[in-house]
């Protein structure tokens, strides 16, 4: 995966956060997940996918939380809804396993 950070032409500032998804599913396990990786940055094992546009690119980048927060120069937000839907995941999952 490239580092879009070092290639010129790629917008740094200016991205809106459209949303935040868990791609792990309800009742999987750690080492079935199909982590995906930053289309930033590269770092690899991203559970918490945040998706992010910009006017003047044409597709959607799917990206880490501190990515995010970066390219949408917003640092609360990105970090806020990705705490939201990680203790919702905690909450299902207690839930599922309780007698």
């Given at each position: 995966m490239p580092n879009y950070w070092k290639i010129p032409g790629v917008p740094h500032k200016g991205w809106s956060l459209d949303d935040v998804i868990d791609?792990?599913?309800d009742g999987q396990a750690k080492w079935e997940t199909p982590?995906?990786?930053?289309?930033?940055?590269g770092n690899e094992k991203i559970r918490f996918v945040h998706i992010v546009s910009h006017p003047e690119v044409d597709e959607d980048f799917r990206v880490?939380?501190?990515?995010?927060?970066?390219?949408?120069?917003?640092y609360?937000?990105?970090?806020r809804r990705e705490k939201?839907?990680?203790?919702?995941?905690?909450?299902?999952?207690n839930w599922m396993g309780k007698q």
């Open positions: 791609i792990r599913e982590y995906e990786s930053c289309m930033m940055c880490g939380c501190v990515c995010a927060e970066k390219m949408t120069g917003d609360i937000n990105p970090e939201d839907l990680r203790n919702r995941a905690s909450r299902r999952s």
